[in-house]
């Protein structure tokens, strides 16, 4: 039967450039294939009447947004269902207006090819998709774009030995003679707030599995040339293949890449585990972990693969931000390795139009939208603590972030049946978070990101110099902060005695430490600008700083029970601890108060020289060429000086002493250099 014809109009496209599904299996939140006049699966449920391709209208979500910040009456009668919105939402701008641009942008094709990505509104795109349904209404003809389709895409690359090129056949003769022997690896991955299990085990176990089913004889311990490149020709072929990104559930849109799907972005997967991830059964029983070095080397290989043949993928995309922390881990948040990565992710964020609010149905979660949510999130979160590691200016604007909080359902639960996810989503509350206490991977995203939205905001007033920001401005802000941790799970609140509860998990733990400093981070940027403000000193800083510090000393005291965020000790330590333990060096050198403070009976005198010297502890424990091993040198020997001159001199002494300006404290990081006490 012919279903298409040069007659029917183009196919109707959504606000986030892909192809608009038909009524029925929109509702049904199934796959379309978008066929004209009728899709297959209408056709083959004999459903042709009711197959019709409506226009979604543009969605109030923008607007809802930006009223929920001063008017919380106005989002609960706007949501009757649970919202992934979060307490915080972004500033308020213009109000977006449906016009005649946006709503060629829902109907008409965009003019270029399918490798172009995401255009927004600005680009040169919505021009012609205007004179195009112009003319289209006038005339009553459409005009389509030629397309390369996947056939001539293989032609391009396959029939013209691409793969046999130097360059490109060195990048996957490195990857496939690292790949580890399919029936003797295994997969042991540490339980972390940032990974707690979810799609990516599952994804890992199924691609070794494929491995072993499909290319085994091939991947065994003498593998030659021949056997790779076919190997090699079959991961290029499916990797051309546009990877899915509508599917509802987590099993089928982790078929699309493994099994007889097995793609370049598949064989990424299996390196992106820093330490004990992937093991090999070695020939005297053991197992064996694949070196930091190869797994590094082979991601970033897998990377560029990817790269080359396909215009990108959310599965790409998450690949480059586990790429990011790698980086950041081995080489430091400071380098330049680490920031240019990250470039790369926000590029292809933007790129694939993650970033923007997609259309959506909320009547039923679907998996790929949630994985495109916490990948937005995640990598908003992290772009916050590049700029709050290094004082430059962030590479998303929170302005232009308009994907909402992704809901607080467990990745598993998409494993499972229809009714376990219906249920799930039952059982979330208004702001979109589970009301039975679990703490997710998504649940520690989603508070993390809250206190990094309302960062950014500060982030801009910190770093431009040219504004004007008043006091009351600030005070909102901090409300703000505080409602928001009031209205975050009680999961997620640290609390000193679940520490010593073997009962609860350590990732949990984990999660609430790193909550707990990322609200305690945006209040000490508040005082540190409200001081600026000349509002009155009240202690509140120097509160803010002990609590910073004591929480980052948990680490170090519980290392054993936090065995999971050893490789972060660094990353703590400068991101929370230092800037903290600046503020309290400044109040032994220029006392306060004296006894007790007034706002917190913990801190003393002596109490704040015990937290120093245990902060020079565990500065000392950082040794090289462990990444940020010099800043932790630096700030141990200031406190060191700090400590030595408090307790071998009396207050009237003169300070500094003559040697503190030998010393190689590099820090100049403007308002938010918080290493400034150094400098006097």
Not at 385 to 413: A, E, H, K
Not at 621 to 631: F, G, I, Q, R
Request: aromatic share 8%.
């Amino acid at each position: 039967m012919q279903r298409s014809s040069t007659h029917n109009p183009p196919p109707l496209q959504r606000q986030n450039g892909r192809l608009q599904a038909c009524d029925p299996c929109r509702i049904r939140k199934v796959s379309c294939d978008h066929a004209l006049p009728v899709c297959g699966r209408c056709l083959r449920k004999s459903r042709q009447r009711e197959c019709k391709y409506t226009a979604s209208e543009v969605r109030p979500r923008r607007l809802t947004r930006r009223i929920s910040r001063t008017s919380p009456e106005a989002v609960r009668s706007t949501e009757a269902v649970p919202s992934a919105l979060s307490p915080y939402t972004p500033p308020p701008s213009q109000t977006r207006v449906p016009n005649s641009l946006s709503a060629c942008q829902q109907h008409i094709p965009p003019v270029t090819d399918p490798g172009s990505g995401y255009l927004g509104s600005l680009s040169h795109s919505t021009v012609y998709e205007e004179a195009k349904n112009r003319l289209s209404t006038l005339h009553s003809f459409q005009i389509s774009a030629p397309l390369l389709n996947d056939e001539a895409k293989k032609a391009n690359y396959i029939n013209s030995s691409v793969l046999l090129t130097p360059s490109i056949r060195d990048k996957w003769i490195t990857v496939l003679r690292s790949v580890p022997r399919p029936p003797s690896c295994t997969i042991r991955l540490l339980t972390t707030p940032n990974n707690s299990g979810g799609w990516v085990r599952v994804a890992a176990h199924r691609i070794i599995k494929s491995l072993d089913t499909i290319f085994g004889q091939s991947l065994g311990t003498d593998r030659t040339d021949a056997q790779l490149e076919e190997i090699a020709q079959v991961l290029t072929e499916n990797t051309l293949k546009p990877l899915s990104e509508d599917n509802p559930d987590a099993n089928s849109w982790i078929a699309g890449f493994t099994n007889h799907n097995l793609r370049w972005e598949s064989i990424g997967l299996l390196f992106i585990f820093r330490k004990n991830g992937v093991l090999e059964l070695s020939s005297d029983g053991t197992y064996e972990e694949i070196s930091l070095d190869i797994s590094r080397t082979c991601l970033e290989l897998c990377i560029e693969l990817s790269r080359i043949f396909s215009s990108g993928s959310s599965l790409l995309l998450f690949l480059l931000s586990r790429k990011t922390i790698m980086e950041s881990t081995i080489m430091g948040y400071a380098s330049l390795s680490a920031w240019r990565l990250h470039a790369d992710t926000v590029a292809l964020l933007t790129f694939l139009g993650i970033h923007t609010d997609p259309q959506q149905d909320s009547s039923q979660p679907n998996f790929c939208q949630e994985n495109r949510k916490q990948l937005a999130a995640f990598i908003f979160m992290m772009d916050q603590t590049f700029v709050m590691f290094t004082g430059r200016p962030p590479l998303i604007n929170y302005r232009f972030m308009f994907m909402p909080l992704p809901l607080d359902i467990d990745d598993g639960d998409f494993f499972a049946d229809e009714a376990v996810v219906t249920h799930s989503f039952n059982g979330l509350d208004a702001n979109g978070w589970n009301t039975h206490g679990g703490i997710y991977s998504v649940s520690f995203i989603r508070a993390r990101t809250i206190c990094a939205f309302i960062r950014a905001e500060l982030v801009e007033v910190a770093l431009n110099k040219a504004a004007n920001t008043s006091t009351s401005t600030l005070l909102d802000i901090k409300s703000r902060q505080i409602i928001a941790m009031r209205q975050i799970p009680s999961s997620l609140i640290y609390k000193p005695r679940e520490i010593l509860d073997p009962k609860i998990p350590s990732y949990h733990i984990l999660a609430q430490l790193l909550v707990q400093l990322d609200h305690l981070q945006n209040i000490f940027i508040l005082e540190r600008l409200l001081l600026r403000q000349n509002m009155l000193d009240e202690g509140d800083l120097l509160v803010t700083s002990f609590e910073m510090v004591s929480l980052t000393l948990t680490f170090w005291s519980h290392k054993d029970r936090l065995l999971e965020a050893r490789n972060d000790f660094e990353w703590l330590l400068i991101a929370y601890a230092a800037p903290g333990g600046g503020i309290m060096c400044m109040e032994l050198l220029e006392p306060t108060f004296t006894g007790t403070h007034p706002k917190n009976d913990k801190i003393t005198r002596a109490s704040i020289i015990q937290q120093l010297s245990m902060l020079v502890a565990f500065l000392d424990w950082v040794h090289p060429p462990a990444p940020n091993a010099d800043l932790c040198a630096n700030c141990k020997a200031v406190i060191q000086h700090v400590l030595d001159h408090t307790l071998n001199t009396t207050i009237e002494s003169t300070w500094p002493p003559p040697s503190l300006d030998s010393l190689p404290l590099d820090f100049n990081f403007e308002l938010l250099d918080t290493f400034s006490w150094a400098r006097g």
